[in-house]
């Protein structure tokens, strides 16, 4: 007999890594609903709302197709499509590098930037039920998120994050701690996306 499937409710009732793999597709499937639906209503697709989210935060030696694809776990030629289609809007232009004329940032103009701060803001129905969490709750939450996020990275699932566990600087030193910003990371303090990450050498 083969291996019961996770989305079974069978398999669930009885098993609860199950159960919490469905839970997180539900969520999953949240986030694709919330996507789509800011995309609808300013003709984009949700990738492409990725896309100007991204650059709207992220300083320009981050802005190039190479890195989009790695963060977003995509081809380069799917998000280079993406970022054709938002250059047609004129939402965004390329600059070429002054050392490599084959390599471009990209930077978001004037329309494009009104756009993103106007799209980014999907995922708000979200942040708003985490932030219904009590502040414990929360930090629990992220580390944990954080482990299956460090442990998918470990198989090659995703790419590896720019977090605190794939960090050089990270260590646990009375709970979490950065020995480059020289701060405890506990209480909610474990980084994501952290702009001053450094990989650590196996």
């Known amino acids: 007999m083969g291996k019961v499937s996770t989305f079974s409710p069978a398999q669930q009732a009885e098993n609860t890594p199950s159960k919490v793999v469905a839970s997180l597709e539900r969520l999953s499937e949240a986030f694709r609903v919330l996507l789509w639906q800011e995309a609808t209503q300013y003709g984009l697709s949700p990738i492409q709302i990725q896309?100007?989210?991204f650059l709207l935060h992220y300083p320009e030696e981050k802005r190039t197709v190479t890195t989009l694809a790695s963060y977003f776990n995509m081809t380069k030629a799917t998000i280079s499509d993406a970022v054709k289609s938002l250059e047609q809007k004129n939402y965004l232009t390329r600059k070429a590098s002054p050392t490599d004329t084959r390599s471009h940032t990209l930077h978001l103009v004037k329309e494009g930037r009104a756009v993103a701060k106007k799209v980014e803001r999907f995922a708000d129905p979200l942040q708003e039920t985490v932030a219904q969490l009590s502040a414990?709750?929360?930090?629990?939450?992220?580390?944990?998120l954080m482990q299956l996020i460090y442990q998918?990275?470990?198989?090659?699932?995703?790419?590896?994050?720019?977090?605190?566990?794939?960090?050089q600087s990270y260590t646990e030193k009375k709970g979490h701690y950065c020995n480059k910003l020289k701060i405890s990371l506990n209480?909610?303090?474990l980084?994501?996306?952290?702009?001053?990450?450094?990989?650590r050498e196996e």
């Open 152 to 167: 998918l990275n470990q198989q090659e699932v995703i790419s590896t994050q720019p977090m605190c566990f794939n960090c």
């Open 191 to 199: 980084r994501v996306d952290c702009p001053v990450f450094e990989l």
């Open 51 to 53: 896309v100007l989210t």
């Open 136 to 144: 414990k709750d929360q930090s629990g939450l992220l580390e944990q």
């Open 187 to 189: 209480n909610g303090g």
